[in-house]
C-alpha cells in the first residue's frame, strides 16, 4: 500500500517529516453502503478533519499539547466497491499493512460496519484483547438487509473471530434476539445507558473486565441525541460529554490501546457542532494516549 497524505492534516499541524517518522496515523474511511435510516456518515471523516483545524491543541485538564505531535493524515481510503463484503476485505488488507507500520491508528467513519475489518487486522497481530464499543445500539444482528456486514451486524462479527472480549458502552436499542445471544454469551458485556448512573458511579464494573491489551471503536450515537443529533439514528438516553470523557480515560489509563476508530458522524451544514465534538473527542482520547505529554 502506497501512503500518501491527505491535502488536510487533522488540527492543521504541519506535519514536516514523512509518515516514516510519524507517530499517529489518521486514516479517513468514507463508507456509508449500508446505513439504515439517516445517511449523510460519508461526509464524516472529512467534516471532523475541518473542524479539528479549529480545535485548541492544549488540554486544560490533561495538561497535553498536540501541537508538537507527529501526526500524519492519510489520503481518504477509496470506497468503491461491488458489495459490503468486499469493502470488508479490502479495510481488513489495507489495515493490516498500516498496522505493520506500527504507528498509533486513528480510523474516522464512515459507518460503523467499517470497523469489523479493522478489529480483524490487529486480531492478525494479538491474538487476545478487549474491544471496547461505545454505541447505542448492540449492532449483534446475525445478517441485516441481506449483509453479515451490514453496520447492524459490527459486534456480531467481532465476536465470530474469537479471543476478543466485547463490552458494548450506552446501548438502548436491541433485539430480544440479540439481546438473548448477547445474554448466553461469556464473553460479551453490555452496560445499557438506563443503568449508566451504576457503571459511571462504579467503572471497576467495566474495567475488571478488560484486558491488558484494548482497541477502541466510537460510534458518536453513544452521545445522547440533544447533544449527537448528527448521526443516522439518534438515540435518546445516552451518555453525556463529562460523563463519557471521564469514563474513556478509566479505561485507556493503564492499558495498551491497539488502536480507535470514531464512525457514524453524519454531518449537517445548519449544524456544525457534532463535528467539532466528534474532533475534540478524538484529541481527548489521544491525551488519554499519553500524546502531547
Not at 459507518?111 to 487486522?121: F, K, L, P, Q
Amino acid at each position: 500500500m502506497t501512503i500518501s497524505s491527505y491535502s488536510k492534516n487533522f488540527l492543521g499541524i504541519d506535519l514536516r517529516p514523512s509518515f516514516a517518522r510519524s507517530r499517529y496515523a489518521v486514516v479517513p474511511v468514507p463508507y456509508a453502503r449500508t446505513v439504515s435510516y439517516g445517511g449523510g456518515a460519508e461526509a464524516g471523516p472529512d467534516a471532523v478533519i475541518d473542524a479539528s483545524y479549529f480545535v485548541e491543541t492544549f488540554d486544560e485538564q490533561e495538561l497535553t499539547d498536540l501541537e508538537n505531535e507527529r501526526i500524519f493524515t492519510l489520503e481518504p481510503w477509496p470506497v468503491t466497491v461491488s458489495s459490503p463484503d468486499a469493502m470488508s476485505e479490502l479495510i481488513y488488507k489495507r489495515s493490516a499493512e498500516l498496522i505493520r507500520r506500527k504507528k498509533r491508528n486513528i480510523f474516522i467513519g464512515g459507518e460503523h460496519s467499517i470497523t469489523y475489518g479493522i478489529v480483524r487486522a490487529y486480531k492478525k497481530f494479538h491474538p487476545s484483547f478487549t474491544c471496547v464499543v461505545f454505541d447505542a445500539h448492540s449492532d449483534l444482528r446475525k445478517s441485516y438487509m441481506d449483509s453479515i456486514h451490514s453496520h447492524a451486524c459490527t459486534s456480531r462479527r467481532i465476536h465470530s473471530l474469537g479471543g476478543i472480549n466485547l463490552i458494548i458502552i450506552g446501548v438502548r436499542s436491541i433485539t430480544r434476539e440479540d439481546y438473548e445471544f448477547a445474554d448466553k454469551a461469556k464473553d460479551i458485556n453490555i452496560f445499557y445507558a438506563h443503568d449508566k448512573e451504576t457503571f459511571l458511579k462504579n467503572p471497576g464494573l467495566i474495567t475488571s473486565l478488560l484486558k491488558d491489551k484494548i482497541y477502541l471503536s466510537f460510534d458518536v450515537d453513544a452521545f445522547d441525541s440533544s447533544i449527537m443529533p448528527s448521526t443516522g439514528t439518534p438515540e435518546p438516553g445516552g451518555l453525556l460529554w463529562d460523563e463519557t470523557l471521564k469514563l474513556l480515560k478509566t479505561i485507556i489509563s493503564g492499558r495498551k490501546m491497539l488502536g480507535c476508530d470514531f464512525v457514524e458522524l453524519a454531518p449537517t451544514p445548519a449544524n456544525r457542532a457534532p463535528a467539532y465534538m466528534t474532533a475534540k473527542l478524538i484529541c481527548k482520547t489521544l491525551s488519554f494516549w499519553g500524546a502531547g505529554r
